[in-house]
């Protein structure tokens, strides 16, 4: 058994299989990428074992030594490790790199497997994390993609990155579309786990490639965009996608398809925007949403709402807005005829520079 201490968060390169041994509740709120989960502790033996800590540290420490060496068996026997060779090579963590990964490790390690602890567990990779999106800049050339809402951007930046552009998905890391109605199915990580997963992203940036976001706000959601992440974007050259209303309004109906079943979200949101608004307005956007009637209360949406607001943000940016796309249409077609634009627009201007 070898400790390995984190250099990078590309910490689980060389390994076959990163495991995390805390308890699903921790594996939960935040875990390195690509780790799976084999606690050691379940929450409430955890939980347990840290009341008993507190009254008496070697009841607690042999206690909690028997519950984890039956869960280690039940592991070993189990699905994911029954049948594992001799070459394997897992890389284990916990909290703090201490006494449940060092126990689970031990076991692994007179079982013969090369089992390596990384020093430092969860704590010193989430020092690593902060570290990339907070204190880091960002040292690739940065480019914002902007648009009114429904402008396709991240379907644009999608088609720009299977033309092997470097993008970075923000909100599909938040799991949010960054509106109102922009909730996804099976909700957001934690703030740590949003940024355990933008620190994976900016580890594998080519610094000497532009890297394109999309244009944020420093809120996605309820996940806020870490500094240094934030401070790029609000620096970056931008290009706006300039596409009619009542496309922007059809394109937008169809994305949110699976938004428009849920009426009760819906009218909670108006209830959010009522304060905003003459009550004429709330009470035609509500009978469009009884009717379902998707794209016109999009569109109603977007001219009373969303735009002037977009405008209103952009105007902070002006000086940074390099060039406009016209998008006539927000078919297959268009998204595709907007990528292929904003590629060669990001190209000139990186040869002049």
Same mark, same amino acid.
């Given at each position: 058994m070898t400790r390995r201490p984190p250099a990078s968060v590309d910490t689980g390169a060389g390994f076959d299989t990163?495991?995390?041994?805390?308890?699903?509740?921790e594996f939960a709120q935040?875990?390195?990428? !690509?780790?799976?989960?084999?606690?050691?502790?379940?929450?409430?033996?955890?939980?347990?074992?840290?009341?008993?800590?507190?009254?008496?540290?070697?009841?607690?420490?042999?206690? !909690?030594?028997?519950?984890?060496?039956?869960?280690?068996a039940r592991h070993i026997a189990g699905p994911v490790m029954a049948g594992l060779g001799g070459g394997w090579q897992p890389l284990v963590y916990c909290w703090r790199g201490g006494m449940r990964s060092g126990a689970f490790a031990t076991i692994l390690d007179q079982i013969g497997w090369r089992v390596t602890v990384l020093d430092g567990g969860y704590k010193a990779w989430r020092r690593l994390v902060v570290a990339r999106v907070?204190?880091?800049?960002?040292?690739?050339?940065?480019?914002?993609?902007? !648009?009114?809402t429904g402008s396709g951007k991240t379907a644009v930046l999608t088609a720009m990155a299977r033309r092997g552009v470097q993008v970075i998905d923000l909100e599909a890391l938040a799991n949010h579309r960054g509106s109102l109605f922009g909730a996804m199915p099976g909700g957001q990580p934690s703030q740590t786990l949003f940024e355990s997963r933008l620190a994976a992203a900016l580890e594998a940036v080519d610094?000497?490639?532009?890297?394109?976001?999309?244009?944020?706000?420093?809120?996605?959601?309820?996940?806020?965009?870490?500094?240094?992440?934030?401070?790029?974007?609000?620096?970056?050259?931008?290009?706006?996608?300039?596409?009619?209303?009542?496309?922007?309004?059809?394109?937008?109906?169809?994305?949110?398809?699976?938004? !428009?079943?849920?009426?009760?979200?819906?009218?909670?949101?108006?209830?959010?925007?009522?304060?905003?608004?003459?009550?004429?307005?709330?009470?035609?956007?509500?009978?469009?949403?009884?009717?379902?009637d998707w794209a016109p209360l999009a569109e109603g949406l977007m001219a009373d709402h969303y735009d002037p607001r977009y405008r209103k943000h952009r105007e902070r940016y002006a000086d940074r807005e390099t060039g406009v796309i016209a998008v006539d249409a927000l078919d297959p077609l268009g998204i595709e005829a907007a990528a292929d634009a904003v590629c060669a627009a990001i190209a000139q201007a990186t040869e002049r520079a």
């Open positions: 990163i495991i995390d041994v805390r308890t699903p509740a935040d875990h390195l990428p !690509g780790a799976i989960n084999l606690p050691v502790l379940s929450n409430s033996e955890h939980a347990d074992v840290g009341t008993l800590y507190r009254a008496s540290p070697f009841e607690a420490r042999k206690v !909690g030594a028997a519950m984890v060496a039956a869960n280690a907070a204190d880091t800049p960002i040292t690739a050339p940065v480019w914002v993609l902007d !648009g009114d610094p000497t490639r532009p890297l394109v976001f999309e244009a944020e706000s420093s809120r996605i959601g309820e996940r806020h965009l870490p500094k240094a992440v934030w401070a790029a974007i609000a620096a970056a050259p931008r290009l706006r996608l300039q596409v009619p209303r009542p496309a922007r309004a059809a394109f937008t109906a169809a994305t949110y398809a699976e938004t !428009g079943c849920d009426l009760e979200g819906i009218s909670a949101i108006l209830d959010r925007l009522a304060p905003s608004h003459p009550r004429e307005r709330i009470a035609e956007w509500r009978t469009l949403a009884a009717a379902r």
